[in-house]
Structures are given as structure tokens and as C-alpha cells.
């Protein structure tokens, strides 16, 4: 099948009520692409299907007569103006008129547009009148883009000549009003995408870098030149003949992926989604590998897409000079290579880059010059130029390279701006192998949100931040930070955190092997190397211990501290941990994590202030908790009688954890509620909740005789009400009563605000809590993006002390996980004491401290029945998919 034959058989069509013939042409339309897409240029496809389209459009137009009427066109615009069509892009349609449609020709265009979506074209269609359009045009850019490049498909040509002379005309968009309104479009656009194309789930056509970059330059153009062919911006002085060949080739490399996305999802589909990655990654040639084969397709496509946003931004800026009529003003002559033009830095001859060593000393310049606010088209062009042609032998091999970088890695002000340009431009790929093995490279799961060098650069970015006056978010990391003699030693550490990843082996580990390595090549003294290569090595153990240890037990305490050792590298290891989690995912950030990383870090500077002493440190902790709950409850004129009896059945280890206002609101409620209701015969629970409480969320704590599947049911109610618990503690007093204290926060990670909702999960709870042993049936099913990971369910189990045990699941985070496991407990006579619920994109990884009905430690038996009924248990989870 070809083409050709495909657009004959439309001449076989003999009349508009033959559906069976036109749908078996469409059918066959589709047929062809796919059995064309290995064997023809996929601008062969995206022409060829326009050409179809044309074809059967204008076949349709004869056969119900529209042809006769005189004033009357049908025109393409949009991308289908331009004459490319993907397979199932919409097919954007004017139909255009001198004068207001006569009842007949109405009826002839209603019928006509109806059979198009019968044959199931996505036709966006509009009838105006040449006046309406032009009228419509004036005022929404949108239309007028869309009419750039509209082209006539069949009927009157005259009315199509006098539509184009209108919307062309001296009343229309002028060439400036029309790329001042594109331009901020596209910074909208951008912004939409946090201004990076480096998402792991992109928008071929939306994304910066991506389709619409590339439509941008031509809308522009087209608009200025009238006549828009790529050529003339060659001609024109705007593009070189190989930046424009660059262009095209990039433009061919997103055009056969869209088109292999369109054909996988069978729809109009743009978002290259987990769920369709493996497919197109097979259809592509990269194997059919799944994991390893979408890694290699999407690191070409990030670098196709750096390539075109360089190429983006250099036109775009030249056109702003052309099409605004602005000149270019000298600001200030810098040295004898550089220059400022309007704030602009741009080379003062053709060899400002003549060396690896020139284009570090460019940086050098733009550290020392403040008022530098971007690069010029030439300097953009020229270090494009440069660093491609130094590309046979890495920066780093060349000892005055080396000296250089050096220069600048301990100049804070270079992270400023320096640092953007050696990422955006490649400089730093050029400068170092490693960390050309990470550009581009996907990191395949829900919690990184962007690609291993895009999020080393934020986190880079976060870290400049800290040292910044601007810094009034976080105070401890800015002291931290402005009080380091070597700065270098933070910047250098987080360069490199995960500059290992995507090797056989621990990334960490490998990570301080190849520091350890640049710091001997660049001559970084062996005190701070040793302090840099630790920190790569252990840039996670923070992280790790804040969210997945009990940090109340002082024998994790005392095993953190031990591995810091000192201040300065708790301090560097805080700082670095905080921006790692800031740069991993923007929605990863909450109140939570930062109370538990500050709590981990005074713990550990008092723990090593008293020489690693931990119970001595966790004894003083009690004591003050106790005197300063004391002060506010006898403000509150609660009895002394009263605060005594209730904290008499509690251990120490209640008044470690919580604060004092935590542990005067829980007296206080607990009080009252035993002077009115809460008497020794109720078997009613005592359900509260608070905004206030606890800095990382809300609290609630629950209070009464203790009962099986307490945790079960009240995670059932949360779990169903799009909340989720990251923290459960449970203590049994020693009369026998239960008390549950449990911090939630909503799904996303944000706080919970509203106080009507509060107020709410409250009384479900309690309404929940009065069916003994039955968990709230939950209807949350399991996301599509989490259905195409593959988690295996882990249970692990690990002695912590005669009377308890450690339990580490690690599971896909699926709806009712929590209350399942809650039963499971409660199958095997196992007593929860702590939970630690941390959710890593589609990962639950959770740690649950317990014990046996013995109140010890699980046997070895009990740990086998244990997994056992836990994986029986989440084999039940429902797994099915939303939108």
C-alpha cells in the first residue's frame, strides 16, 4: 500500500452514504502509517497523511456540492495549515464565507461536518464569514497563529486571497505585536513545566525544548517574512546553515516520536506517559528491554530537546532585537574578550572561546560581573561552537582547566549564574566523563521528578540558596552555610551525590570513589577531600534515619551520632540532605519533613555535645518536657492531683517524643474526658484531633481501653478519606489503656487546614471505632501511573531489643495498605508500638516496631507467619486503575 493508492481509492467513492467505503479508507490511512513507519522518513508520514487528509476532504466537499458556491472556502490552519499532520492530531478547519451562510449551503456544511466525525476524524472546525474571522483574529492570538498558516484546501479561491489580505493587513497583529504576544506565551508555556523540559513523564508538543518551541521560530517568522522556508532565516543572517540542519534533525527526532506515541495510544495523545514508554521505545529501535530500553529513548530525547531550547532562545532573542525595533546599547566594555549589550554578555570578537581554558575563564567573567543578566545570540552561538569542537578530549585532562574550575567551584557567586550556563550549555558535560554519563538519564519512578543532572542542578541551585541574603526560609542552613571557610566542600559533595547513578552498584559508594578521584586531580587538601568523599558516600543516612528510624530510641541516636562524629559533618550532612529532598520532586518538600530532619539534628548535636551519652541526653529531654507541660496545664488550672495520676501510668519514653504543648493538650483532653464520660467500666474511645499540636501536620491521638485492629480501622477511615498517616506511635499504659498518637497529613504531603475537614476526620473515626474489628471499606483504587512500576513486596525483620522487633515492609503505596496490614498484625497476635510510614513516589517503605502477646521480641516462628499473612494480605489490594 502506498500513498498514492490510498489517495486513488478516494477517487472510488461515489457518494457520501457509502460510511463503509470512506471508514475502510480512513482505516486503511492509518494501516499504511504503521506499516510505513520503519521504512519511510517520518516527514514522509507527517506530509503523507496531510496529503491524505487534503485529498478526502476536498473529495467530500465535490460529492455534497459545496464546490458550486462560489463565495465559499475551505481552508486548513493550525499545524494542519502547515501541511503535518500526526496520526491522530486534530484536524483544524475554517470554513470561510463573503456573507452569512444561506439556509441550503448551511445545511450542506452541517451535513458535511458531520460525516467527518462520523469517519472519526478529530475535526476542530469553524464557519465564519471573512469579516467575523478577521474580527475574532484581532483579539485572540490563538486565532490569529492559526491563520498564519492557513493554507486553502478547495472552493473559492478569491474569498481565501481576500481572508489572507485581511488578516494580513495593515489592522491585523503587527510582526511586533505578534511576537511580543508569542513570546510571553511561550514564557507561560514554560512555566507551566517548572522551565524545564527534564520531567519524566514530558509533553512532546509542550514541553520547553519540545514541538512548540520549534513551531515558535516559524509562527515568528512567518509572520515577519510572509513566506516562511527555513532557508531564509539562513538567508536572512539568523541562522547558520548547520544550526538550521540541527534544527530540522531534532525536529525529525520529536516528529517520530509523537508519531510512535500516536500509534501506541491509538489516540491524540502527547504526553509520553510511563504507561505508553516501553511501547515507543520498542517502535523506535531501542529494544525491547522495557526499563533499560526507555532509558536510552528518553536520554536522546533530552538532549534533543537541550539542543532545541539553545536554538530557541538564541533566535527568539535575535528576532526580539528585529521585530521590536530596539538597538542594541553597549552597557559596558568588560575586558578585551567580553562586553555587556543591554545587560547582555556577548564576545567582542569570533575567538572569545579559542579554548577549553577560555570558555572557564567566560565563566570567571560572569561570576565577577554582576550585572550580567543573559547571554547574547553571538555568545550563545559561539560556546555551542566551542564546546562541540573540544569534544574529542574531557576539560578535565588538562591541568589549566583544572586550576580554573577550582577557581570557580570556591566562589559562591558563580552558583549564581555560572553554574546555570556550564549546565544549560553542556560545559560541565564537556568538563567531566561522569557527569556526561548522567545527562539525560532517566531515573524511573514516581518520587525523582526530574532527570539525575537536571536534579543535581536544583539541588546545586538550593544549596546557593542557603548562602544567600535572600535566604529567610531556612536560617539554620543559611548560618550553616555563611559560617564556611571552604564553601567549595558543600558544592563539590553536591555535584557529585549522584554522579554514580545508573552503574552496576551502590551509587553512593561508587559516588565517593569518583570524588575521591577529582579531588586528587584537582588538589583538594586530604582533610576536605576525605570530608567531601563522605558526605557523597552517606548523603542519604539522614534521610534514611529522620524518616525510617525510631529517632526517640537512643540507640539510633547514639549509632547516627557515631557515624557523624562531629558538628561540621553534621552540619554539611543536614544541609546537603535538606536541598537533596527539596531538588528531588517539588511536591516532596512538607512541614513533616522538616520537623523530623530539625528534630534529628538537635538531637544529635546535644548527643554529641554530652559525648554520645544518649540516655543522658533523652533523660534531660524528659525532665524539661515534664516542667514545661507542668507550666502550661496549671495555666489552664488543671490539678496537680490530675496530671500526676495520668503521667504515673506513663513511661519516659511518652515524654521524649511528644513536645510539652503535645503533652499538655493530650492531659488536658484525657482529664476532662475521665471527670465527665471516660469512667474505668467505658469501653469508648476518647478521638482527638489537632492542627496545632505537632509542626509537620495534624495530630490525632485516640485514648481508652485497648482493642484489637485499633490502628486497622482508624487507617481504613484515613486511607478512604485521601489522607495518609506518616507517623504512629502507640503506647500502653500500665493500667492496660491504649494510647495512639497519629501525625497525617493529606495525600499530596500538605497539611490539612481546613478545620471543617478536621473536625470531620474526627468524627469518622470515632463513628468508625464503634464497629469493634471491622476496617471502612475503602473504594481509592490504584493510580495509572503506579500500575506500571514494578515493586515487589518486601518484609524484612530486625531485633532492636528482647522485648521488640523491627519491621521493614517495603510494598507499592496502594490503597487500604496500611489497614491491611493492620489486620495482619492483629491475625498473628502481634502488638504494634511504632509506626514510621514514609511514601517514595510508588514506594511505601514503612517500618513498624512490635512485639508478640508475650510483649517480646518475635521468635523466628512468628516472623515466618507474620510475612506470611502480610503478603497474603496485599495480594488482596484491588489493582485497578484511574485515569
Known sequence: MTLQSLIKNIDQITSVDDLVAIKSCVEDSYAWIKASFDSIPVNQLVTGRAQFVDALLCHLWHLYGLDNESELALCAVGGYGRGHLQPYSDIDLLIVSKRTLKPDTQEKVSRFITLLWDIKLDVGQSVRTIKETVSLAKD???????????????????IFEKLWDEVNGRNSWSSKAFFSAKYDEQKRRHAKFNGTAYNLEPNIK??????????????????????????????????????????????????????????????????????????VAAMLGYGEEGKSSVEKMMRDFFRTVARVSELNQMLLQRFKYDMLNQSVQRTAIINEDFELLDNMISPRHENAFSSPEAILDFLNVVTNTPEVQGLSTTCIRQIRNAHRTFENAYFVERPACREKLMVLLKQPDFFNFGWDIMHQYGILQAYLPEWDAIVGMMQFDLFHAYTVDEHTH????????????????????????????????????????????????????????????????????????????????????????????????????????????????????????????????????????????????????????????????????????????????????????????????????YFVRFKPTQIAWHTEEIVKAQDDWLTPDSDQLLVKANDNSAKGGTEIFLFGKDRKALFAQVASVLDSRNCSIHDAHVTVTRDGYVFDSMLVLENDGSRLTSESRIQSLEKAISTQLEKPGRSHENKRKLPRQMKQLDVPTKVRFFGVSDEATLVELEALDAPGILAKIGHAFVDTNVTLKLAKIATIGERAEDIFIVSNDAGKALTQEQQVSLKKRILFKLDQLEDITIP
Open 458 to 653: 536544583r539541588l546545586v541551585k538550593h544549596v546557593n540558596y542557603f548562602f544567600s541574603k535572600e535566604n529567610k526560609d531556612f536560617p539554620r542552613c543559611g548560618r550553616i552555610c555563611r559560617n564556611l571557610d571552604k564553601p567549595e566542600v558543600l558544592y563539590i559533595a553536591a555535584i557529585f551525590h549522584d554522579i554514580a547513578k545508573g552503574r552496576n552498584g551502590d551509587h553512593s559508594t561508587l559516588g565517593a570513589i569518583d570524588v575521591a578521584k577529582f579531588c586528587e586531580q584537582h588538589d583538594v587538601p586530604a582533610n576536605d577531600a576525605a570530608m567531601i568523599s563522605w558526605l557523597v558516600e552517606n548523603h542519604l543516612l539522614m534521610s534514611v534515619v529522620a524518616q525510617r528510624r525510631d529517632i526517640y530510641d537512643p540507640d539510633v541516636i547514639s549509632e547516627f551520632a557515631g557515624a557523624v562524629r562531629s558538628h561540621n559533618h553534621l552540619n554539611l550532612l543536614y544541609t546537603l540532605t535538606l536541598a537533596d529532598i527539596r531538588a528531588t520532586n517539588d511536591n516532596l518538600w512538607n512541614d513533616w519533613k522538616a520537623s523530623l530532619l530539625r528534630e534529628l539534628y538537635l538531637m544529635t548535636q546535644k548527643a554529641l555535645d554530652n559525648g554520645l551519652q544518649c540516655q543522658v541526653t533523652l533523660s534531660e529531654r524528659v525532665t524539661t518536657h515534664k516542667y514545661q507541660a507542668q507550666q502550661i496545664l496549671h495555666e489552664r488550672r488543671v490539678s496537680s492531683e490530675s496530671i500526676d495520676g495520668l503521667w504515673a501510668r506513663l513511661d519516659d519514653d
Open 140 to 158: 485572540d492570538i490563538s486565532i490569529a497563529t492559526n491563520l498564519v498558516e492557513s493554507r486553502l484546501l478547495c472552493g473559492s479561491e478569491s
Open 206 to 279: 509542550e514541553n520547553p525544548g519540545c514541538l512548540r518551541d520549534i513551531q515558535s521560530i516559524g509562527w515568528v517568522a512567518k509572520k515577519h517574512f510572509k513566506e516562511y522556508d527555513g532557508w531564509n532565516l539562513v538567508g536572512h543572517g539568523y541562522f547558520t546553515e548547520q544550526e538550521h540542519s540541527e534544527l530540522i534533525t531534532c525536529r525529525m527526532h520529536l516528529w517520530k516520536m509523537r508519531c510512535a506515541l500516536h500509534l501506541v495510544a491509538g489516540r491524540s495523545e502527547n504526553r509520553l506517559l510511563f504507561d505508553y514508554q516501553p511501547d
